[in-house]
């Protein structure tokens, strides 16, 4: 340890702005766990390991959590303190934009809890050089610029061009270099390792194309291999669009592959046993072109298809994340072949097998067609994925349910042993010691240590105080200090003011349909409506935040923004509403935007209509944090109501069995017609009240509710049967506010019993019950 602070007092002295300080820092501890680092990956090559193959890693902003988890926070801040210096500068910092929504997140929590856990398991995934993009609002629209979060340097990568592989497409070949992220456990030496690849060009500049003067094309292979890691999902709304997503895909896939299959053969002399040794799971289908790319890799090593094809089924696993079929990624067959013809050729074969082995076991034409891997001109990517892989789980109770009797109800007949669930979890190191540190210290007090740290069930042991009015007292005050800091935060970074004394209604996630932030809107107009009338009145005082990107092609999901941003306009220019009501729309969400609004959530905004949300982890991370969940019977929603009781949470709306006999013959224009007060706060899209600019977004959103469109049927999200149930358990909560003991015990239960939702008894599930992998000792 002296000799690691020896070191940053030396490396800080020349140091004057935050990205030097951070890179100073950032050299000094990678140096300080390199030993540990370098055992740890020979650990984890000399036992079984298991591999996580993801599009995304969300991991944000890395000096403070990594600190944490060393263990030497409180050291580095010390030295930093000698020099007139303070970690609080590091805020400046970018985070890694590696990642958009909860499927990124939870792959970086997983890997946080295992390497906590001293589980041999490794991430591998994509270095984007401007990750998914840098929001802006401009007059309340969504604008994107490039997120160059490396500019400055990134001291947590070490890149590895000794062991660049080569991807092959067809008529392109690019080099996959490697860069290692450290993962640190917390209190072990254990520290796993995130590889993510980045696309370079073979011979990147053509000096006599250019000495032709001609420019553009010298530099052309150098572009186009760029291109490949260059921006998290590039919109497809065209081919070439469609074909990056498919070259990025297989890009990571393949590479990773060749390395995990190199590094097996250099200490076996052979793939045979590779399944002994290896365990891979698929992080939703994006990575699924992994299957017949392992194939034909084994297949190229001399193995004959049928051997390869059983290795592979023991090799693979699949997280499905979505219920929605249409959300189930399928690529074009013209396009495959196209780009990786081998592939293809594997594919195919792959189908051929599928559909023999099915015949062998009587099953019906019909039957056969609804589950092949090749139908109607596609590739359906999560048949392939069931298909080939030992095991397939969902990520909240009720999602496995459903994919069960829906979504893969074919394939559950088929193979019922391969289904399991694996409810998803969060890192109470960075989503509660980190980002709530006066909470964390009164959790250590009353518990007596700080082993909750790493065993997220000693919170249950808190419950008692509930009835303790001094505590309660404590941790009320706790919330305000962080809704003090949030107001500063969003004062400095959106130039808005809130009031730290009312309450925080907080709507933080990917913006999408289904999670209806559309429903939030209509329920503030229709309470803007409620006061203006006289029927609200005397409100507790509500601050209304949302924080969400939209892909940069949806145009509805724009359009909501735009919506959200012209009511915070109206309520702001009103006096009689602005003094009950604010809403904020915050730029850029991101990890470090969450690590402040999180703490400083009363309410947490959990509304996606049922059976839609496959689990979500948003809500965990507000629920570890003391707020109460506003939501429906959807996703992880129901088993944190399980574990905390309905009693201290706010459920409303229809659920899933409800809206099975409610959806084929619901008529939202009916609700319209016969509903004064719904057909008053959606005609706002319309009528003139708030203004889209003329870019006929709100005439669109209106019309996806009233008349559906040639991909959906009318309100097909529910929004209009399910808004006045919502309103009416959105102004008891805020109601009940109004008595601080009775909400305060609410909001206590709810962190107590957060436990079940921490990623390390998530990790231990799948390694004990999927990966079949054992801990390490370093």
Known sequence: MEQYKEKLRSALQSCTTPQEIHNALGNAVMEYASENWQKSKNAHLNSRRACYFSMEFLVGRAVFNNLLCLGIYDETEAVLNEMGKSLSELEEIEDAALGNGGLGRLAACFLDSAASLDLPLDGYGIRYKYGLFKQGIENGFQTETADNWTKYGDPWSVRHDEETVEVKFNGQTVKAVPYDMPIFGCKTNHISTLRLWQSEAVNEFDFNLFNQQKYTEASLEKNSAEDISRVLYPNDDTREGKKLRLKQQYFFCSASLQDITKKHFDRFGSLENISDSITIQLNDTHPVISIPEFIRILVNSGMDFERAFAITKKVFNYTNHTVMPEALEKWECGLVEELLPEVYSIILQINEKLIAEMFAKEK?????????????????????????????????????????????????????????????????????????????????????????ITNLDELKKLSGYAEDDEVINRFINIKKSNKKALAEYIQKNEGITIDPHSIFDIQIKRLHEYKRQLLNAFSILYIYFGIKSGEIINMNP???????????????????????????????????????????????????????????????????????????????????????????????????????????????????????????????????????????????????????????????????????????????????????????????????????KLIGKKMWLNMCNAGKFSSDRTINDYAENIWHIGKVEI
């Open 364 to 452: 019906t034409s019909e039957e056969i067609e609804k589950i092949k891997i090749v139908r109607n001109g596609l590739v359906n990517m999560a048949d392939m994925a069931v298909y080939c892989s030992s095991y397939v789980n969902g990520v909240a109770e009720i999602h496995t349910d459903i994919l069960k009797d829906t979504v893969l109800a074919d394939w559950y007949k088929l193979y019922p042993e391969r289904f399991q669930n694996k409810t998803n979890g969060i890192t109470q190191r960075r989503w509660l010691a980190l980002c709530n540190k006066e909470l964390s210290d009164l959790i250590t007090e009353l518990l007596g240590s700080d082993k909750w």
């Open 542 to 740: 509500v601050t209304f935040i949302f924080g969400a990107k939209s892909a940069p092609g949806y145009r509805r999901a724009k359009g909501i923004i735009k919506f959200i941003n012209e009511i915070a306009k109206l309520i702001d220019n009103d006096e009689e509403v602005s003094r009950y009501v604010k809403v904020v729309f915050v730029s850029n969400y991101n990890v470090s935007y969450a690590e402040k609004l999180i703490p400083a959530a009363d309410v947490s905004e959990q509304i996606s209509t049922a059976g839609t949300e496959a689990s979500g982890t948003g809500n965990m991370k507000l629920m570890l944090n003391g707020a109460v969940t506003l939501g429906t019977y959807d996703g992880a929603n129901i088993e944190i109501v399980q574990e905390a009781g309905e009693e201290n949470n706010y459920i409303f709306g229809a659920r899933v069995e409800e809206l099975k006999e409610i959806m084929p013959e619901y008529n939202s224009r009916k609700i319209l017609s016969e509903n004064p007060r719904i057909r008053q706060v959606v005609q706002t899209l319309i009528d003139g009240t708030v203004s889209d600019g003329g870019t006929g977004y709100f005439r669109e959103l209106y019309f996806s509710l009233t008349d559906g469109a040639s991909w959906h049927s009318p309100d097909n999200y529910y929004l209009l049967g399910d808004l006045e149930n919502y309103i009416d358990v959105k102004l008891k909560c805020i109601g009940d506010f109004g008595n601080k």
